[in-house]
């Protein structure tokens, strides 16, 4: 009876469409007559309120599902007994000794009229205005196969002008199809449906028809599984390559500033991860600072950290070059501890102004949350990384290719005392270039606070893949220094599932160290007289 009724319900869903053409009664008449005759005309009751389309039907109906709607038979009036008693058509409170006093019986429900009631929510819900809720009830009638409900779906398949809801529709239509006895044939095309979707969820429904007494849906069913298990290992190869470029770019913002630094000067900068964690810091204290005063720009906090973050590094950084390392040019051993103590140094000095334990950074609503695209997730914060740190990339190219800071910097690199004899103040190259690469790192902060912890060991984490990157690219090398980190992120993306995290970065690094052996300048070596003697 139930399913009949459905079907009756569906043929009358596009009343919807067209508000005017009322029932025959009215939404007042149709609640006050819930309580009375049969259930399955109660049933059929539940249906004609639902079609009516009243804002008012999903709270009256929801209340006969829980329980909680009665009727006082004095008066006949149709109440609502929680959280307080109210009338159901008008909200208006009753009062409690009001209730009290009259005799009020609770509206009884039994499973079939259940099954009405949660088929008449349905109806209001893939008949509502907002895309986004008939697109969640689309799915919980996927997830749940009901054939009860085919009528139904297959009703709000046909009215519904929104792409994205008609194709989940026909996905939930064609579970139902699966779960009813209908004609193999549909039950096929139905089989072809869900295998389109191609996930996990489609998976789970097909399996069992693979195991069909019926030999052509069982072939389908099989043919359809195959289907969905090479559709998912392509979108796995997608996610991981997408978890590589995240990566990559992490350590594309870690390493470059190194790679300024390192191809310019040949200083092993062992402080370069705690420049890194100083604009993390950076940015804790800017959005600490917004919100106690400011708690409306937060949204802009990380747009003010970044400048800051690159004058607090960057001026950090010279200070290392003019009071530590130009003293040690040619040094190199010498530097390497110089620049190792300094790191020890600003960890401890971050632990004494901030402390030890780890320091809490918001992302701001633009970097959170997350989209789909296929079976593929892409989190707003990591795709906002990668945008920034090819933004960063891109600047850093412009400075180093269409300024004349730039061209000095390139003439060090090549040959410094040639340099020198043409009159350029190499010291001062010197300094602004580890200014400069310090200033990158504190932008990489910034980066990295929305992604990792920001403690004092922030920066040890990402050293050792830092100096990975710019070897394995070409000491020096911009672009290398590009190639090297989103081909070393996507390698240790691809090994992470069968080797594990830690002995993945192993197999890396002495894949490093043999590439290497065969070419000690990296994947793009610098040109240049000094660089090649």
């Not at 349905?122 to 196969?145: V, Y």
């Not at 950290?305 to 009071?323: C, N, S, T």
């Not at 040019?329 to 402390?355: C, D, H, K, N, P």
Request: aromatic fraction near 8%; charged fraction near 15%.
């Amino acid at each position: 009876m139930s399913f009949l009724r459905a079907c009756l319900m569906a043929l009358l869903l596009p009343l919807l469409a067209a508000p005017a053409l009322a029932q025959t009664a009215s939404f007042e008449d149709l609640v006050a007559a819930l309580p009375e005759g049969s259930y399955s005309a109660r049933g059929a009751v539940v249906g004609d309120i639902a079609l009516t389309g009243d804002p008012r039907a999903e709270a009256i109906l929801t209340a006969l599902l829980d329980g909680t709607l009665g009727v006082i038979a004095a008066t006949g009036q149709v109440v609502t007994l929680a959280p307080a008693p109210a009338d159901a058509l008008t909200g208006a409170p009753v009062a409690e000794a009001g209730v009290a006093e009259a005799k009020v019986e609770k509206i009884r429900v039994n499973n079939g009229l259940r099954r009405d009631i949660r088929a008449a929510l349905g109806i209001l819900t893939l008949s509502d205005p907002d895309p986004a809720k008939r697109l969640a009830a689309a799915d919980a009638a996927f997830r749940a196969p009901d054939a009860a409900q085919y009528a139904l779906l297959d009703a709000a398949f046909q009215r519904e002008q929104d792409a994205a809801v008609k194709s989940r529709l026909a996905e939930a239509r064609a579970v139902a199809i699966l779960d009813g006895d209908f004609p193999d044939a549909e039950k096929r095309a139905a089989i072809d449906v869900i295998a389109r979707r191609g996930d996990a969820d489609a998976q789970r429904i097909l399996t069992p028809f693979a195991a069909s007494p019926d030999p052509d849906i069982a072939e389908a069913a099989s043919a359809a599984l195959a289907s969905i298990e090479r559709s998912r290992m392509l979108w796995g190869y997608a996610q991981n390559i997408w978890y590589g470029l995240s990566l990559g770019s992490v350590l594309l913002l870690a390493a470059i500033g190194l790679a300024i630094t390192f191809g310019v000067m040949g200083v092993i900068n062992m402080a370069h991860g705690e420049l890194v964690m100083l604009g993390a810091y950076t940015t804790y204290a800017v959005q600490e600072t917004i919100r106690q005063n400011a708690p409306g720009l937060f949204d802009w906090s990380l747009l003010i950290a970044a400048p800051l973050a690159f004058v607090v590094a960057g001026a950090v950084g010279v200070a290392i070059e003019r009071g530590i390392v130009r003293h040690l040019y040619g040094r190199a051993l010498e530097t390497l501890l110089a620049t190792w103590g300094v790191s020890l140094i600003l960890q401890q000095a971050v632990r004494s102004i901030f402390g030890p334990n780890n320091r809490e950074v918001g992302n701001p609503s633009w970097m959170s949350g997350s989209f789909d695209v296929g079976q593929m997730t892409v989190t707003w914060n990591r795709l906002w990384i990668l945008l920034f740190a090819l933004a960063v990339f891109a600047v850093l190219l412009f400075v180093m290719k269409r300024t004349p800071v730039g061209l000095q910097m390139r003439a060090v690199t090549q040959n410094r005392p040639m340099a020198a004899s043409m009159g350029i103040r190499t010291n001062w190259v010197d300094a602004l270039t580890f200014g400069l690469g310090a200033g990158i790192a504190g932008l990489a902060g910034v980066a990295l606070s929305q992604i990792d912890n920001v403690s004092p060991n922030l920066g040890q984490t990402y050293i050792v893949d830092s100096f990975m990157v710019v070897v394995f690219g070409g000491a020096g090398n911009i672009w290398g220094t590009l190639a090297g980190a989103f081909s070393l992120g996507i390698v240790n993306k691809f090994l992470e599932p069968y080797a594990g995290a830690v002995l993945a970065k192993i197999i890396v690094l002495v894949a490093i160290i043999l590439f290497i052996q065969k070419r000690p300048r990296g994947l793009f070596a610098v040109k240049g007289r000094a660089v090649e003697g």
